[in-house]
């Protein structure tokens, strides 16, 4: 039997076994290849003895296994064959060892390393690539690395290379996936032009990394993702820090945390139609400074697509300063380029970042937003400019659904060369505010602190809104169907020149609400305080305002058309004119009783206190807390009967009441008042049933009493008006529980016996 015939019978034999189950057998695989490069010169010469990097390529890409190319340490190979580049034309892997060696081009207009199979994956060590002469505008894809395969650059520096219409790092396809397509670890990437890393349609990470002082961009993607940058500077570029683009899905994602983005010179970030931008720790700083079409730190467009996840920006501990934009948002802008009716709705959230020190030649000096719900918490807008609306935030997204807070974020010292100095918002369905700090900013136009549009809702609670100018509104100028405000203080803000409306505010809404707040210093030529503008529904309830100023109402002023309900507040010390006046007609101000007041502008009835005397209030603190203290012995302590204290807190969080009953004003405090005379005990009594609003037969009774109590004890004959309390004391206690609140019932008794025992 032949050797031949012998084979083929064991090979059909072992066919049979292995469709049979029986035999399992492992294919031997080649092993790796190292090839050792033994010169420095780019020579092609299988006859001298040498193998060099050239050659050592071309072996790579032809026997079939992964190789790994090892450079000598700490060699320089220039490169003098300009054919074209070193080629590695297979599906396999090669890795290039450089030995902190340097590859020199010598060629002009040629590239260094190409690696062309899909299937391949080429990985680069310890290497310097250096581009040399390169004399010629030339527009190379990959100048110094083209790769169809995965690409991998791991501690390698690449310099000088000059390809200003093409790129100097390219790669291609296979987006959306890991291992990344190309990854750039611990590598400098300087001095060269062109679009420096660029990736098409592919994922990429880069990672401990530098990108800086190129001509040109320093990451540019087409529709790539992900794109993960790690700790990593990308800076002093001549366009843009990273570029992306996407189709506006979620998959999309931009991630770049522990980084640095700056100095350069369009934009720090520029993704168009991405679905997530995520930043933690990263610094977006300086940008936009020297190109002509500078877009600042961050320019984001996002779509609200049916069927997709919403687009979203997350920044968390990050800071985005000093960045300038020839259109809107200096730091940040946030524009849509595909919203469809029913589509989610976009996100920006900005978590303890600082947005300071940036400029838009339009709208929104910090921030710009047109798209989505905007959060920002516990950050900062400070020292931004726009040259439009909104110095330091222009919030631009239409419609009922919208949203905008400014949760205990400082908005301070910003600029705007029309409305809104601090925050412009267009439009919104609601805009609010817990804790927010608004002070120091300017507006042209009107709204200095805030200027909004109009909003469904408008809501601050312990927001500070102080030492801000504008035309009219100087603190705020608002619009919307309910505006209110909880434990917040607005004071010192100021229209300027003098000749404006709503120091404090200027408000248009349907109902307005103010409550355990303080309006104090503030100053106008109309509505020092507070400014009503349309036929509003106004409640002022433990509000405290002092020491504003304007020639008509220098604490309110209002249309007729405006009701203005004043109850348990104190409105007291009017610099200039009186407390409240109307604007084309009479202040419509009614009162609920239990205040303090200047004067009786602003409407009073008998519980209130009408009075000249010195409220005795404490300097204002504009910390947290705030407000205007009280001293024991001023005439706020005690206004308010317990059965009428019926706001739990105060400005400062202190329970209500204090004392024996509560204060007029935003502040609660311990009043040290001496106690009323029996008259005045009786007095207050009355008017303590009669605002319990009873049914009118059990108050008139009730009342009758106690005026007969009244008259007896002023005829001396106080066993008679014992009698007379005892008989009040009997009947509240008989309707306890049915005709009077059991709680009111209780606190009616306790007064009408002190001032029985008191005889």
């Not at 060099?52 to 190979?77: C, K, P």
């Not at 978590?351 to 798209?371: H, K, L």
């Not at 349309?534 to 309830?541: D, E, G, I």
């Not at 009323?676 to 207050?684: E, F, G, H, I, M």
């Amino acid at each position: 039997m032949s050797r031949i015939t012998a084979a083929c019978l064991r090979a059909a034999a072992l066919a049979g076994l292995l469709g049979s189950g029986l035999v399992a057998v492992a294919v031997p695989t080649a092993s790796a290849a190292t090839i050792t490069v033994t010169t420095t010169a780019d020579t092609v010469d299988g006859g001298d003895g040498q193998t060099s990097l050239r050659e050592a390529f071309t072996t790579a890409g032809a026997n079939g296994v992964d190789d790994t190319i090892s450079l000598g340490a700490g060699q320089t190979y220039i490169l003098t064959d300009c054919a074209g580049p070193m080629t590695h034309a297979e599906g396999h892997e090669l890795v290039v060892e450089g030995n902190n060696s340097t590859i020199e081009q010598g060629c002009d207009a040629t590239g260094i390393v190409d690696s062309t199979d899909h299937a391949g994956r080429l990985e680069l060590r310890n290497l310097v690539i250096d581009g040399g002469p390169n004399t010629t505008n030339t527009g190379l894809e990959g100048a110094a690395v083209r790769s169809d395969s995965e690409l991998m650059l791991s501690t390698v520096e690449i310099r000088n290379v000059l390809s200003p219409n093409g790129s100097v790092v390219w790669s291609s396809f296979d987006h959306g996936i890991t291992p990344y397509r190309m990854s750039i670890l611990g590598s400098n990437l300087h001095h060269n032009t062109g679009s420096i890393v660029f990736c098409e349609n592919c994922s990429a990470r880069v990672d401990g990394s530098t990108i800086s002082a190129n001509t040109g961009s320093g990451i540019s993607m087409v529709d790539g993702y992900p794109l993960v940058v790690e700790s990593s500077t990308i800076s002093n570029n001549t366009r843009a820090g990273i570029s992306d683009t996407g189709q506006g899905f979620p998959a999309n994602k931009l991630t770049i945390n522990n980084s640095q983005i700056e100095n350069n010179g369009r934009v720090g970030i520029r993704c168009v139609n991405c679905g997530v931008l995520s930043m933690y720790s990263t610094g977006v700083n300086g940008n936009g400074l020297t190109a002509v079409d500078a877009l600042g730190g961050i320019s984001f467009s996002m779509s609200e697509r049916n069927g997709t996840p919403a687009s979203s920006i997350s920044s968390i501990l990050s800071s985005i300063t000093g960045n300038k934009s020839t259109a809107a948002g200096g730091g940040l802008s946030v524009t849509p380029i595909l919203v469809e009716d029913g589509g989610e709705t976009a996100t920006t959230y900005l978590d303890r970042t600082t947005i300071d020190g940036n400029q838009s030649a339009g709208d929104g000096g910090g921030v710009a937003v047109s798209v989505g719900n905007l959060n920002l918490y516990k950050g900062s807008l400070i020292g931004n400019t726009a040259a439009g609306k909104g110095g330091g935030l222009a919030y631009l997204t239409p419609g009922p659904a919208s949203a905008v807070s400014l949760d205990s974020t400082e908005i301070q010292t910003n600029t705007a060369g029309t409305d809104g100095g601090g925050v412009h918002v267009a439009g919104a369905g609601s805009v609010s505010g817990f804790q927010p700090i608004i002070s120091g900013n300017t507006a042209t136009g009107n709204g200095g602190g805030i200027k909004v549009g109009f909003a469904f809702q408008v809501g601050f609670d312990g927001g500070k809104i102080y030492g801000n100018t504008a035309a009219n509104g100087a603190g705020l100028d608002l619009a919307g169907e309910v505006v209110k405000f909880d434990k917040t203080t607005i004071n010192d803000n100021a229209v300027a020149p003098v000749t404006g409306t709503g120091g404090g505010a200027r408000i248009s809404a349907m109902a307005t609400e103010l409550l355990n707040s303080t309006v104090n210093g503030n100053t106008a030529a109309v509505g020092g305080g507070l400014n009503f503008t349309t036929a509003t529904q106004v409640k002022l309830t433990h509000v405290t305002m002092a020491d504003d100023t304007a020639t008509t109402g220098a604490h309110i002023a209002a249309v007729p058309a405006a009701t203005v309900a004043i109850s348990r507040s104190a409105l007291v010390l009017p610099i200039t004119g009186t407390a409240c006046a109307g604007v084309g007609g009479a202040f419509n101000g009614t009162s609920g009783g239990f205040s303090v007041l200047r004067d009786a502008t602003c409407g009073s009835i008998a519980s209130d206190l009408v009075t000249a005397a010195d409220p005795q209030l404490a300097p204002l603190t504009n910390g947290y807390p705030s407000g205007r203290l009280p001293a024991a012995t001023s005439p706020l302590g005690g206004r308010v009967p317990v059965a009428s204290c019926t706001i739990e807190d105060d400005q400062r969080l202190q329970a209500r009441p204090l004392g024996a009953n509560c204060d007029a004003g935003s502040v609660e405090f311990v009043e040290t008042v001496a106690p009323p005379s029996p008259d005045k005990a009786l007095k207050d009594l009355i008017a303590e049933v009669r605002a319990l609003h009873l049914v009118k037969p059990l108050e008139t009774v009730l009342v009758l009493k106690l005026e007969l109590a009244r008259a007896a004890i002023k005829a001396n004959h106080k066993p008679a008006a014992k009698i007379l309390l005892t008989a009040f004391i009997a009947e509240v206690t008989a309707q306890s529980g049915k005709k009077i609140p059991a709680a009111a019932a209780a606190q009616l008794v306790i007064k009408a016996t002190a001032i029985r025992d008191s005889l």
